[in-house]
């Protein structure tokens, strides 16, 4: 039932972007009759498995709670939901659903956890970030991965590697590099940006990662993250000190630094700063971190 699966429910991009849109801009209560009277589901391609596909993935999604169904079977959304903002819905969701879960199911189920291990795995790599500079690419990317979860826990080349691309393009932790892509978490990062910071204008730079950790725990210190690593070094991975930020997130701060949104200080005599890597070579150490909102115009 992976979500990353092209056979099963909640695989297509397509339809959970056409169905919540359909929502958002209704807004208000819709019944289910109305919603595949609207989108007419009938016209999809004529095969058993496209015949279902529209119906399977509103209730992969009703079921995961991004969509709201009421007793009489109105669905709506939940308040504050834009069609910009779905990515950061859908991935804020899945990941609170699935802290619910036991270390067990996020290492072997095959719902939403497929993805997370996954990328997590990706993440923890420095060969397919800007720093490492190799493309991630269709022909290589299984490998990337199944390298350090063999077996069940890896994926399945056919069915699941092009589904699983598509949504780490579409949560933000993917950026379109060549002909492939480059693991970069920054859009992913973007939209928990003023909530890491509670109020303050300034923390070190080890408790915005802390924080970050806790709502992305795919990221540097999270949960996800505390699971596999040990899985990887049993294969040969190794660990960075714990003063080194990951290339992949690294690079993601490094570009929002750039993008204005954070600003870096290093006081001189700070032994608590941490150590960016960046390419080349090249280390940068900060200690805290400045958060700049957003302009709007």
């Not at 939901?81 to 819905?89: F, Y």
């Not at 280390?283 to 957003?294: Q, T, W």
């Amino acid at each position: 039932m992976s979500m990353v699966n092209n056979a099963n429910p909640g695989s297509s991009l397509v339809l959970l972007n056409l169905i919540d849109r359909v929502l958002v801009r209704k807004g208000k209560s819709i019944s289910r009759v109305d919603v595949l009277e609207i989108l007419r589901p009938e016209f999809l391609p004529k095969s058993a498995n496209a015949q279902k596909r529209f119906e399977w993935n509103l209730d992969f999604w009703l079921k995961e709670g991004l969509w709201l169904q009421d007793d009489t079977g109105m669905i709506s959304v939940p308040e504050g939901a834009t069609d910009r903002n779905l990515a950061h819905r859908v991935l804020a969701l899945i990941i609170g659903n699935a802290k619910k879960n036991t270390d067990q199911a996020l290492l072997d189920d095959r719902r939403v956890e497929p993805f997370f291990r996954a990328m997590t795995c990706l993440l923890v790599q420095q060969g397919y970030t800007f720093m490492g500079g190799e493309p991630l690419l269709s022909s290589n990317a299984q490998e990337a991965v199944n390298r350090w979860l063999p077996g069940e826990r890896g994926l399945n080349l056919t069915n699941e590697l092009p589904i699983f691309l598509q949504y780490g393009d579409f949560f933000g932790f993917l950026e379109p590099f060549g002909a492939g892509y480059i693991v970069d978490p920054t859009r992913a990062i973007v939209p928990y940006l003023e909530t890491m910071f509670l109020g303050e204008s300034k923390l070190s730079l080890r408790v915005f990662i802390e924080r970050l950790a806790e709502q992305i725990p795919l990221l540097d210190g999270g949960h996800f993250r505390c699971l596999l690593e040990p899985l990887m070094q049993e294969l040969g991975w190794h660990p960075r000190e714990a003063h080194q930020v990951s290339p992949a997130l690294s690079h993601a701060l490094v570009r929002l630094e750039s993008a204005f949104r954070l600003r870096f200080e290093k006081a001189s005599d700070d032994t608590t700063s941490m150590q960016l890597q960046l390419p080349g070579g090249v280390h940068r150490f900060v200690s805290e971190v400045v958060y700049v909102p957003a302009v709007t115009v």
